[in-house]
């Protein structure tokens, strides 16, 4: 077991966030870690696109954006010793290991979000999808899926 630096890309989402029922908003920044500009780029622009729809959030997209930079993190070199360091910890394995890496997940993604309907205006039987996001759960109802109408 090592350690070393990995890059990543860090999506820093900078919003205003009114709790409800209030006229002011509360600054906040939000970030989240990529191993992928591309993907960190792509759900940057659907988060955008999913608050600009929000009546209470405004976002600051001038300071929103997916930088890159660098992590120190724990390696290993076989997945074998992987297992024996990390087995300890709370629901480890229950999502299984891709032997290639970040780019099977992303292909494997893009092929089920292929073969999922989208999600309906109204109900939805879960699994589908809106956009690049997957829509899931136990499946055992139907699921709402909530939508601002917007008045013309």
Excluded at 13 to 38: M, R, W
């Amino acid at each position: 077991m090592d350690t070393a630096w990995i890059q990543v890309f860090v999506l820093s989402l900078s919003e205003c966030a009114a709790p409800a029922g209030k006229t002011v908003c509360q600054e906040q920044e939000i970030n989240y870690q990529f191993f992928d500009k591309a993907e960190c780029e792509e759900v940057l622009e659907q988060l955008i696109a999913h608050k600009d729809r929000a009546e209470n959030v405004i976002v600051h997209q001038e300071q929103s954006r997916c930088l890159p930079t660098v992590r120190q993190t724990t390696t290993y070199e076989s997945v074998r010793e992987a297992n024996e360091h990390l087995s300890d910890l709370e629901d480890w394995g229950t999502v299984p290991v891709e032997a290639e890496g970040p780019k099977i997940t992303s292909e494997a993604h893009k092929a089920r979000l292929e073969q999922l309907p989208a999600c309906d205006e109204r109900y939805s039987v879960t699994p589908c999808k809106i956009g690049q996001i997957i829509v899931e759960s136990d499946g055992s109802e139907r699921v709402p899926v909530w939508r601002r109408d917007e008045d013309d």
